[in-house]
């Protein structure tokens, strides 16, 4: 049997019940999932590809999983499309990205080969390689790895050169790769293909300075209502005021592009979640012209999952972005709407002191809230709560800060708890939009100016929620189920 018909037979088998997961995140069939990968369209459906090890709920040798949607949120699981099976990718089958050619369904993933120097020390090098399928079997081609760390100039890293993201503009195809300098700094480097088997280097896109973290990995390049943007996800960040935390991010890099060149030229430099749980996000374009990115909802420091549960590993929802007035906004699919059900609506509600309101509670929704006014300086949404378990999200008014904190939220290890996040275009009304699905919470603050994104495996039957005032608050709220069928 080949690695390949292992993996398939091994999902076929030990697939999860849904009932144990999200109703509408995406999550692996079993064991281990982190990166989304090759997200794009191919003959008129979406598809997600995911680093992927079934056999354990913690990271091994990688494998690329695959589901197909129409719509973002209903996910068809497919089978394993990539295996670590060749010399060139024995050591895993790590991130990229994918494109629809007139030779079918590209993927362009990053090949780990072991290697062993003259004394036995044994290393790593890291290549990109080349797939193509008809949206369900891929083969590996011959000419593999198609771009070899050999082509980086001199002192560029040969061990860390990985996650490819394509795309093509005119007749020619680009990508990008995340890759270290000689001074161990980040950096992307771009490249160029006329036919998808010979690549040439082209220039390095962006570099750190020396800020924002080490090695850069999983780099995404696109133009977004007349600017660029260079989506990167640093390793070793260091925390910088409320901007930056410590640790793995993922920061995006918004200015305009030198053709000339091939440089971006950053004008702004942001986080693009301040939850504790947000990685390697990856975008694709919808055929309506849609810039669509999803992310690893998950930290690669704090695996926080209940040891029983044989599943490991979330995405965020599915996001659009868009430059407005020079500011970035991410807000959940439009799809979404399509699957809220049972509102309940409030305008102009008074609360005050600490308050449960009829038909706005559970697990599985849609919830926005505007602070329309009210002379109130803290106010606390409790979420996921019964008498045992609580997590929050509360605001300062006087400082503009929203903490996050899941200190009671049932996680049995050291794990980071609080987040704070400042708001920064506070205006006289707050407008939160949290997203909740059993195990996470994703907020959006002002219309997606701003973003949190956090996990907690709080037993389900945990829902209530509870507003705290300290004054008197004068809200509206909207809420939904959430329900795919
Ligand atoms: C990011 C990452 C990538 C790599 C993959 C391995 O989370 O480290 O750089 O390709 O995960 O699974």
New binding site residues.
């Given amino acids: 049997m080949t690695k390949l018909e292992k993996a398939n037979q091994y999902q076929e088998e030990n697939r999860i019940d849904v009932s144990e997961k999200p109703v509408f995140h995406f999550t692996p069939p079993i064991g281990w999932m982190?990166?989304p990968n090759g997200f794009s369209i191919y003959q008129d459906k979406i598809h997600l590809f995911y680093?992927y090890h079934p056999y354990s709920d913690v990271?091994g040798p990688?494998h690329w999983g695959h589901s197909v949607s129409d719509d973002f949120l209903k996910w068809q699981e497919l089978p394993v499309a990539l295996a670590p099976d060749k010399d060139f990718d024995f050591a895993g089958c790590?991130?990229g990205s994918a494109i629809e050619t007139p030779e079918g369904h590209v993927l362009v993933y990053?090949g780990v080969q072991e290697t062993v120097e003259e004394g036995g020390t044994k290393g790593v090098i890291q290549h990109q390689c080349l797939a193509i399928g008809d949206g369900i079997r891929y083969e590996k081609v011959d000419d593999n790895p198609v771009i070899s760390g050999e082509q980086l100039p001199e002192g560029f890293s040969v061990e860390d050169f990985?996650?490819p993201k394509i795309w093509k503009e005119d007749e020619t195809y680009y990508l990008v790769a995340?890759n270290k300098n000689e001074q161990q700094n980040g950096q992307v480097v771009l490249f160029q293909s006329e036919n998808l088997r010979t690549w040439t280097y082209v220039s390095v896109l962006a570099d750190n300075q020396g800020k924002y973290g080490m090695m850069w990995?999983?780099p995404d390049f696109f133009s977004l209502n007349d600017k660029y943007v260079l989506i990167v996800?640093p390793q070793n960040m260091q925390a910088d005021g409320k901007e930056f935390y410590d640790g793995n991010q993922s920061i995006a890099m918004i200015g305009n592009y030198d053709r000339r060149n091939c440089r971006l030229l950053e004008e702004q430099v942001l986080s693009l979640d301040y939850g504790t749980d947000f990685?390697?996000p990856q975008t694709m374009e919808t055929q309506d012209g849609r810039r669509i990115m999803i992310a690893w909802m998950q930290s690669?420091e704090m695996n926080i999952k209940p040891a029983k549960q044989k599943w490991n590993g979330m995405m965020t929802i599915p996001r659009e972005l868009e430059i407005r007035n020079g500011k970035l906004y991410q807000n959940p699919v439009r799809e979404l709407e399509k699957y809220r059900m049972e509102p309940v609506i409030y305008r102009g509600k008074e609360l005050s002191g600490a308050c449960t309101i009829p038909g706005v509670s559970g697990r599985v929704l849609d919830l926005s809230i505007e602070l329309q006014g009210g002379d109130y300086e803290t106010f606390t949404i409790q979420f996921a709560k019964n008498e045992k378990y609580c997590s929050k999200v509360c605001y300062d008014r006087s400082a503009g800060i929203i903490e996050f904190d899941r200190t009671d939220s049932g996680i049995s290890r050291d794990a980071l708890c609080r987040r704070e996040i400042k708001i920064k275009n506070p205006d006289k009304i707050l407008k939160l939009r949290m997203i909740l699905d059993k195990f996470s919470m994703e907020l959006f603050i002002n219309d997606g100016v701003q973003a949190l994104t956090s996990i907690f495996y709080t037993p389900p039957e945990a829902e209530e929620i509870v507003f705290i005032c300290d004054g008197t608050a004068c809200v509206n709220i909207e809420k939904y189920m959430v329900m795919l069928d």
């Fill in positions: 982190n990166d680093q990271w990688m790590f991130s990053t990985r996650d995340g990995e999983c996800s990685y390697a690669w």
